[in-house]
């Protein structure tokens, strides 16, 4: 059953008992309710942690080229159509004499698909009814999605300053793409400047000899200061992951919307933290870095961008990622400070960030949460706040507008903003569960429980 079958059903199952039970029906004894609430809990939590969001969700490669009939071996239908490459904005690092540049992208070939072949990509998601604006964004998206990999590329790549060449013209030589045509390497660039900086700087960079715009950036990030690390979807943008088929219109049929307060909140850092640097990072597949970047260049401060692997199927594999990309920038930053930014429908980030603090325990300075569910009743999905317990509880502040974090000095050590309950049990909560045992089994219905049962509910959400 898809997820949006599912709530469906649970949607249809809570209003019946509500019509069949138009009067409240009496309260059970206590240890019932406590006793149902806590097997209830345990049962959505944990499938809740399986159920794929709508970013978790995307078609895997091998999907893909199924789809646009590119699975059968024969590479002659690609044979005419020239390489391309992406560069996903970077960031670079000073090792003592040069700038350590790092070049992140894929090697890939774009076919020419038709219009009906590209909305066909993204399974569940409804076409029908779409305005001249929303067919075109939802072309140009899937578009980039159709990208081909191609395996074991040889690039050349250059480095310029405000169009200047800092390279010479036969450029660099970057280390072979690997077999799902990615490639991550860090090359010294001799040319960018002989010592530290204290403000962010930003270089071009690019890809010689590709039919694609190969162009990029990367942000030169000071020795010592404050990167702030968000997430995107949710946290910068309204996606609503966490509603299945709202979530796939709002990430590939309408125009990106801000979460209110964000794009100030983050001027604001950008002005006021010492050395200020910006790290973006999402599960969206890499093959989208355009319309991202598009989106976030537009409304944020420019910085680096961590998108999902080409090659990722399973769940475990995106928390990997994530862990692996704050890893990567801990370690090639460890005199700076971290401000972690995300929201608590993202799973990973509520695991990867009490991880990465406990693994680098001076080097983050706050962890801010934005709790959807208290702000959005769409949100009915529980959240596990269960890693934070070994954390100091002025070190993170679950918020639910960017007014909870515009008063807080981050630079003094004080991440929590007082007037802000926070309520946080170091386990399952959030969604149906945020409230008193009563009201949330009220939530959900007493008529829906009866009719499907725990064992149902979770056989259903595929646990």
Known sequence: MSPAALWSLLGALAAASVRAAPNPAPAPAPQVISSLTSEFASATGAAASALPTVLGNWPTLGDIQKKLGFDDGNDSKLSNISVSALLVPSYSNFTGSNWNVRFYGLAYKLPNISTSDLDSLIDDLSTNNLNATEQSLLQNRTQDLASIPVPHVNFTAVVSVNGSMVTNSSGIALQTADAVGEIDQFVEVPGLGSGDIQQVQVVQTGILNVTGPGNGTSILVPTSGFSVVSDIDDVMRITKVYVPNQGLFNSFVEPYVNVPGIPELFAKWARELPSA?????????????RTYVDYLFSNFPLGSLEMRPINISEPSQILEARQNSLTKLYQTFPQRKFVLVGDTSSSTLLSAYPEITTQFPNQTACIFIRNTSA??????????TKPFQNISTNQYFFYRTAEDLMNIDVTSGNCVNASVPQNVTFGEQGGILDSPASRSVATVGWGALALVGVGTLVGLLGV
Do not use: S
């Not at 702000?375 to 596990?384: A, L």
């Open 375 to 384: 702000t959005d009743p769409d949100d009915k999905i529980p959240y596990n």
């Open 277 to 289: 640097a910006f790290h973006y990072d999402t599960t969206t597949p890499v093959e989208l870095t």
